[in-house]
């Protein structure tokens, strides 16, 4: 056997070591895309949950709201602090959906959560009052915002 024998084995060897090194990292890839996914999931579902454990701790504050009631201006500062979570919640959401890491089902619902928080005056009243202060939310949550503001007074009418 001569020396270019041996280096065509080698050749043949390297590129087999190549093409293996190249389907463990595209496996590996695949595995870390599913697990960043699962981790986006996770952490999607306990925002939510700490809003919706907000808004029940708060359901008085709500509901007096919603009927026109008055309220102490502690309440109403929860209240819209509660919003504001939510509001940060679906801003994270349209960033996630960019990325591709939040499918269009669940940009879907949020949009659909954001469209029924929105059918209410006093929420639609507190973005009126958020927005004017600058740099608050992102422009693109305050453009997806007021479509669906747009979309429930349309409905509205």
């Not at 599913?34 to 700490?50: F, N, P």
Request: hydrophobic share 45%; aromatic share 8%; with cysteine.
């Amino acid at each position: 056997m001569t020396i270019q024998d041996i280096g065509a084995i080698g050749e043949f060897i390297g590129a087999f070591l190549i093409l293996a090194t190249l389907v463990y990292l595209a496996i590996q890839n695949r595995h870390q895309q599913k697990l960043l996914l699962s981790t986006v999931s996770q952490a999607r579902t306990d925002a939510i949950r700490h809003v919706q454990r907000e808004m029940t701790e708060h359901a008085e504050a709500f509901v007096k709201e919603e009927s026109n009631e008055c309220l102490l201006a502690i309440d109403l500062f929860r209240l819209n602090l509660v919003r504001s979570s939510a509001l940060r919640n679906a801003e994270n959401t349209i960033l996630q959906y960019r990325l591709g890491v939040v499918e269009e089902e669940t940009f879907r619902a949020t949009h659909n959560a954001m469209k029924s928080m929105f059918a209410s005056q006093s929420v639609r009243d507190h973005w009126v009052s958020s927005r004017g202060t600058p740099a608050v939310y992102s422009d693109s949550l305050c453009t997806w915002i007021e479509d669906i503001i747009q979309e429930v007074e349309g409905s509205a009418s």
